[in-house]
């Protein structure tokens, strides 16, 4: 058995007969001893591990003062062998009764049989062997026996200090062959133990401690993976319905947008020919406010559609070629009035070398630009606005163009520079109540930056501006 655990560990034995573990270690002969018995005294001269084995002791007594339990052993004499003399059982200890060793079993028998002592602890391997070849004095005497309980005498694989490891790990690899069930076929298969030995029975229990412990980590396996495939159906389930909800609310604000954007047009138009009529002042700026606000509706209901395409992942970007120039430039004019009536300067600067024509969605652009400007006028009561374009220089023959919108407004306090990025919020609810606006325009405008490769940032102080 220790042959095939050292195989298991990986080492090599050389077997060398010798008498005991303290004379192979003292003469350094031997670097592992593989049955020595435990016993305190030992663990000061050698390394003794864990016991691989263990076995039971039948107490003999004769028939005619029979012996129930090992509690009517206090103050009895008990003879017990041991070749060396050293190793008591611990539990005899615990009896009260008065010890005696010999060196042999047959001696302590023969210390039973003639009344020196009261009962003899035989290990239970050899106690039939010494019943049919028992001493001369032991032939006319019936005997009895008792399984003397927590009796065993303990073995374990010692070894020579500095070898240690060694031992350990040939120890680990008969736990491996307790559990594989390869020690108790071995030992049965060479007599070593019977099915009622106390080594086979610790065994059985420790095989059968590790397959209740696989059962259970079975179940327990079962059980998690039967969770994490409910809890996986639930998510499939779960935004399964949350791509319906979405798909279901972008088709319903398509078809509300249609449906306003149709008597809107209706009203944008009709309002446009009786503006071209004899009016009076008062009637012309009532109309001329009516249709401000038609166009500020249409431009709401174009900016809550985009921003579900966005969630919702509809939202397609053209790669056309188109004028950067122009394109910028019609973004500013778009808002030159709006900031003449506020007497602002709207200024417009290129840094020279940026190529005239590129790839890319002009319309999306234009839409980001006239919101940032929109924004810089909106927020801006006197000073300026200005739209900068530059460039890096270019790489793998792209560009990397920076459009840089700026402004003397009022600015914006830097905990809340991150927030006037999420949909539907404001710097602060008073600006929503002074200026007016949904919170979408800068939300849309980052989305959409985003998705053509770009960034969109804020650095910003209260009372002195917003760049973006």
């Given at each position: 058995m220790v042959n095939r655990a050292a195989q298991i560990a990986g080492y090599e034995l050389v077997w060398i007969k010798t008498d005991s573990p303290e004379a192979a270690f003292e003469k350094d002969i031997a670097d592992l001893w593989p049955f020595a018995t435990d016993y305190e005294e030992r663990h000061k001269t050698m390394y003794l591990t864990r016991d691989w084995w263990r076995v039971g002791n039948i107490l003999h007594f004769p028939e005619s003062a029979p012996i129930l339990n090992v509690s009517q052993l206090e103050g009895k004499r008990l003879a017990i062998a041991s070749p060396q003399r050293r190793f008591l059982p611990k539990a005899a200890r615990d009896w009260k009764a008065h010890i005696e060793v010999f060196s042999s079993r047959a001696e302590s028998l023969d210390a039973m049989c003639t009344g020196k002592v009261d009962a003899a602890l035989i290990d239970y391997r050899v106690a039939d062997g010494v019943m049919v070849n028992r001493p001369s004095s032991c032939q006319p005497m019936r005997m009895g026996t008792l399984f003397a309980e927590d009796s065993s005498r303990i073995f374990a694989?010692?070894?020579?200090?500095?070898?240690?490891?060694?031992?350990?790990?040939?120890?680990?690899?008969?736990?491996?062959?307790?559990?594989?069930?390869?020690?108790?076929?071995?030992?049965?298969?060479?007599?070593?133990?019977?099915?009622?030995?106390?080594?086979?029975?610790?065994?059985?229990?420790?095989?059968?401690?590790?397959?209740?412990?696989?059962?259970?980590?079975?179940?327990?396996?079962?059980?998690?993976?039967?969770?994490?495939?409910?809890?996986?159906?639930?998510?499939?389930?779960?935004?399964?319905?949350?791509?319906?909800?979405?798909?279901?609310?972008?088709?319903?604000?398509?078809?509300?947008?249609?449906?306003?954007?149709?008597?809107?047009?209706?009203?944008?138009?009709?309002?446009?020919?009786?503006?071209?009529?004899?009016?009076?002042?008062?009637?012309?700026?009532?109309?001329?406010?009516?249709?401000?606000?038609?166009?500020?509706?249409?431009?709401?209901?174009?900016?809550?559609?985009?921003?579900?395409?966005?969630?919702?992942?509809?939202?397609?970007?053209?790669?056309?070629?188109?004028?950067?120039?122009?394109?910028?430039?019609?973004?500013?004019?778009?808002?030159?009035?709006?900031?003449?009536?506020?007497?602002?300067?709207?200024?417009?600067k290129m840094q020279p070398g940026i190529p005239k024509h590129v790839s890319g969605d002009p319309g999306r652009i234009q839409q980001v630009l006239v919101n940032l400007l929109g924004n810089a006028v909106k927020f801006t009561e006197q000073g300026f606005v200005r739209l900068e374009l530059s460039f890096r220089s270019p790489s793998s023959g792209q560009y990397d163009i920076q459009f840089t919108v700026t402004d003397s407004g009022i600015g914006i306090r830097p905990e809340k520079q991150k927030q006037i990025f999420d949909a539907f919020t404001q710097a602060d609810a008073t600006t929503t109540r002074k200026f007016g606006g949904t919170g979408l325009g800068l939300a849309i405008s980052s989305e959409l930056v985003r998705m053509m490769g770009g960034r969109l940032t804020v650095d910003s102080k209260p009372n002195a501006g917003s760049p973006f």
């Open positions: 694989l010692a070894a020579k200090f500095g070898f240690q490891q060694d031992a350990d790990r040939i120890r680990d690899a008969i736990d491996t062959m307790v559990e594989s069930g390869e020690m108790i076929d071995i030992a049965i298969r060479w007599r070593l133990l019977h099915r009622t030995d106390s080594a086979f029975i610790l065994w059985l229990n420790l095989a059968r401690e590790k397959n209740k412990l696989l059962q259970n980590l079975f179940w327990g396996s079962l059980l998690a993976l039967a969770l994490v495939i409910l809890f996986a159906t639930r998510m499939a389930n779960a935004r399964k319905m949350a791509e319906l909800s979405a798909r279901s609310r972008s088709q319903f604000l398509a078809n509300m947008s249609h449906e306003i954007r149709t008597p809107m047009n209706g009203i944008l138009g009709m309002t446009e020919l009786t503006l071209e009529s004899n009016l009076t002042g008062e009637q012309r700026d009532n109309l001329t406010m009516a249709r401000n606000s038609a166009h500020r509706l249409l431009e709401i209901l174009d900016d809550i559609l985009d921003f579900s395409r966005i969630e919702s992942g509809k939202l397609t970007l053209e790669a056309i070629p188109f004028d950067l120039a122009d394109t910028a430039k019609r973004s500013v004019q778009i808002l030159r009035l709006a900031a003449q009536a506020k007497n602002l300067d709207l200024e417009f």
